[in-house]
């Protein structure tokens, strides 16, 4: 669905409310209407698996959303996995919104480019304090940090080790566990 002005958040949420989007694997990226990649089982099981060891790693101090949207000034992406601040129940009415976001994740298969680029510059703007990108081509973890003007100032790569997200410093996450090279 090609989208030729920008929506709003608020019309974006009118189309869906009015069941316009239904049985459509879209998301709203800076005011356009963009189809989502679809999922190889590869995809998809990394993206289950590591959702499933973060709320291990995460229990009693963070949700763990799974394939959610979150809601953006301008955008309501669907981040594969998005650590979100608890309780749970604060969701039922509203998607996580950047006040509620220490950090996201997106797995990368078919859709690098897309996640390492767009999705970048939309989280950055929206001064998402973290964002790691799982290239399972490369069987690498893309840890971007740092949101200034638009841009991630900060760029590590792990293929192996551990990585402490900003927000829990005390966590830390097995790079080979979240590629799926374990």
């Given at each position: 669905m090609e989208q030729l002005t920008e929506l709003s958040?608020?019309?974006?949420?009118r189309l869906v409310e009015a069941g316009l989007l239904q049985d459509q694997s879209v998301e709203l990226l800076a005011g356009k209407i963009v189809e989502m990649s679809p999922e190889t089982p590869m995809h998809?099981?990394?993206?289950?698996?590591?959702?499933?060891?973060?709320?291990?790693?995460l229990s009693g101090r963070a949700e763990v959303r799974f394939n959610g949207p979150i809601t953006l000034s301008d955008s309501e992406p669907e981040p594969d996995?998005?650590?979100?601040?608890?309780?749970?129940?604060?969701?039922?009415q509203?998607?996580?919104?950047?006040?509620?976001?220490?950090?996201?994740i997106e797995v990368a298969q078919t859709s690098f480019k897309k996640d390492?680029?767009?999705?970048?510059?939309?989280?950055?703007?929206?001064?998402?304090r973290e964002y790691w990108v799982l290239n399972l081509k490369d069987q690498q973890l893309i840890v971007l940090r740092d949101p200034q003007n638009g841009l991630y100032r900060s760029e590590q790569i792990f293929s192996a080790g551990t990585v402490?997200?900003?927000?829990?410093?005390d966590v830390q996450v097995a790079v080979e566990r979240m590629i799926g090279a374990f």
């Open positions: 958040v608020v019309d974006y949420h998809y099981s990394t993206a289950k698996r590591d959702a499933k060891y973060l709320e291990i790693l996995i998005a650590i979100v601040r608890l309780p749970e129940s604060a969701y039922s509203r998607h996580p919104a950047p006040a509620d976001i220490f950090w996201l390492r680029e767009v999705k970048a510059a939309i989280y950055a703007t929206a001064s998402i402490a997200p900003l927000a829990f410093l």
